[in-house]
């Protein structure tokens, strides 16, 4: 099994509607994210946390929520979503062990907004 | 902010052949993480580099972070389409080891 995953994998949405997008992982990593990637953009952090009762904000968390539901789950929520959220989604873990912070991702989500 | 800008954006090369591909950062890198993601898929992780001048090998990938630490090379030597996808390197800019940047990827396509 993955160690981290992401559902849904697809998912078409239409303008407004509001959407969640779940990531689990079984590698015991105490830090996750959330990323999009975009064409000709890269990856850019949308939000992380450390632990549970740690949240941060990226560089572009205008218009998503984060739930940190236990250390194993991180969902992203979309309150209402528009057009210029499609892209492709990724949740990654990390633990800093020895100081090296290595972030393993997950498959990936993929998300259009109509 | 640190920025990374990777080159070439793009490459085609033969199967057999080798290749490098750059990642320069507008600041001083802490650590420089290589990952390859297949085309719409998830990021596979391939090496980390922190000290100035460092190498690593994963079967026939190279990566060095040179003694200013401020630009890392990727270098496949003999290409197979299996090396096909794109490559992103992410740095770590702070010191903190807690966020990454990520450069715009160079996508690498191995002819026959």
């Known amino acids: ?114 | 902010s640190q920025e990374l800008e990777q080159s070439p954006q793009s490459l085609i090369v033969q199967e057999g052949k080798n290749l490098t591909i750059n990642c320069t950062s507008s600041k001083t890198l802490y650590g420089l993480y290589w990952y390859k993601q297949k085309y719409g898929e998830g990021l596979i992780f391939l090496m980390m580099l922190q000290k100035g001048g460092e190498e690593k090998s994963h079967e026939k990938i190279t990566a060095k972070l040179d003694e200013k630490k401020q630009q890392s090379s990727l270098h496949i030597t003999a290409s197979q389409p299996s090396h096909a996808g794109i490559y992103l390197c992410g740095a770590d800019g702070t010191g903190t080891a807690s966020k990454l940047t990520f450069g715009t990827g160079t996508r690498l396509q191995v002819t026959l």
Not at chain 1, 57 to 68: A, F, L, N, Q
Request: aromatic share 10%; net charge positive; glycine share 8%.
């Open chain 1, 1 to 114: 099994d993955a160690d981290v995953t992401q559902t849904p994998r697809n998912r078409i949405t239409k303008t407004g509607k509001r959407i969640m997008l779940e990531c689990s992982q079984t590698k015991g990593h105490d830090r996750m994210y959330w990323y999009r990637q975009d064409p000709g953009l890269g990856l850019r952090l949308i939000y992380y946390s450390f632990d549970v009762k740690d949240i941060n904000k990226g560089e572009i968390s205008d218009g998503y929520s984060v739930s940190r539901q236990a250390q194993a789950k991180f969902s992203l929520s979309l309150e209402s979503a528009i057009p210029n959220q499609t892209a492709l989604y990724f949740c990654a873990t990390s633990d800093l062990a020895g100081g090296v912070d290595t972030q393993y991702f997950g498959p990936g989500t993929r998300l259009t907004v109509l």
